[in-house]
């Protein structure tokens, strides 16, 4: 979590290349527009999240159960800038969200790795235990 230009995206493409390298399964990446293309190997899933008119969480957690269960193989789902995937602002949606995704990942083995364009001033509690 930070403002725009604190060097999230480029974690991010680290992080991305480390799972590829490291585990044994299939990595995705979503992310609103195109910027990641060149920049993440090609074994990754990237989705374009503008071609599924993402309009809030619970469409969100819907699309994550469907490639998940389309996909067992699945083990780490990345987001880069996920409240302008979904539109959305830092609130207790988003508390409930990474809650939501906690829940699902220990369940399903499944990792998540969310970059938030926020000032991490904003992070509730609930929020900051995930950063």
Same mark, same amino acid.
């Given at each position: 979590?930070?403002?725009? #230009?604190? @060097?999230?995206? !480029?974690?991010? +493409?680290?992080?991305?290349?480390? =799972? ?7 990595v ?21 999240a ?5 309009? #809030?969480? @619970?469409?969100? !957690?819907?699309? +994550?159960?469907?490639?998940?269960? =389309? ?20 609130d ?28 991490? =001033?904003l ?9």
């Open positions: 979590m930070g403002l725009k #230009g604190s @060097g999230k995206t !480029k974690q991010l +493409i680290e992080l991305v290349n480390a =799972a590829v390298a490291e585990e044994q399964g299939d995705v990446c979503i992310e609103k527009g195109t910027k990641l293309t060149y920049d993440i190997p090609y074994q990754v899933r990237l989705i374009e503008s071609q599924y008119e993402f309009d #809030g969480y @619970g469409f969100l !957690k819907g699309f +994550i159960s469907g490639l998940h269960s =389309a996909n067992y193989d699945i083990t780490h789902i990345f987001f880069d800038s996920m409240l302008r995937i979904i539109d959305a602002d830092v207790e949606r988003l508390e409930s969200f990474l809650e939501w995704c906690e829940g699902f990942g220990e369940r399903e083995n499944v990792k998540f790795t969310i970059m938030i364009s926020a000032d991490i =001033a992070a509730t509690d609930r929020i900051r235990k995930y950063i």
